[in-house]
């Protein structure tokens, strides 16, 4: 069983930067596939960030390539989304969530465990 808690949303005007933050509990943790989802409000939720379980290989959305970055680190049981150059269209809730297997997936139906999510709007 993995337990995931979200952190760093807030209001930030476009242009600007968030640092979103999950933090995991568990013994396993290292060995799950961790992503990124976000959802607005009549909208599907979206895979915008993964990564594997050693961090070697990541995915990112067309929409988020080269603005967001996904990192983790194992011994802290973390993964962070570093959320630079923001849009409005960036505005959703965004999720955290862990896979059991320890490849990077992007759809929410590979996904085991999520967090409750954590609002992120940007302003223009």
């Known amino acids: 069983q993995v337990q995931l808690v979200e952190s760093g949303g807030g209001l930030v005007q476009a242009g600007g930067s968030l640092r979103l933050s999950c933090a995991a509990s568990?013994?396993?943790?290292?060995?799950?596939?961790m992503g990124w989802f976000r959802q607005a409000p009549g909208k599907e939720r979206e895979c915008v960030a993964a990564i594997g379980w050693s961090g070697g290989s990541t995915y990112y959305a067309d929409s988020v390539k080269g603005r967001f970055i996904i990192s983790r680190d194992n011994a802290k049981n973390t993964v962070d989304l570093q959320m630079n150059s923001l849009k409005p269209e960036d505005t959703a809730v965004y999720y955290c969530?862990?896979?059991?297997?320890?490849?990077?997936?992007?759809?929410?139906?590979?996904?085991?465990?999520w967090g409750q999510g954590t609002q992120v709007t940007v302003s223009s």
């Open positions: 969530a862990a896979t059991s297997s320890g490849s990077v997936w992007t759809s929410p139906d590979h996904y085991d465990y």
């Open positions: 568990g013994r396993t943790f290292s060995s799950h596939g």
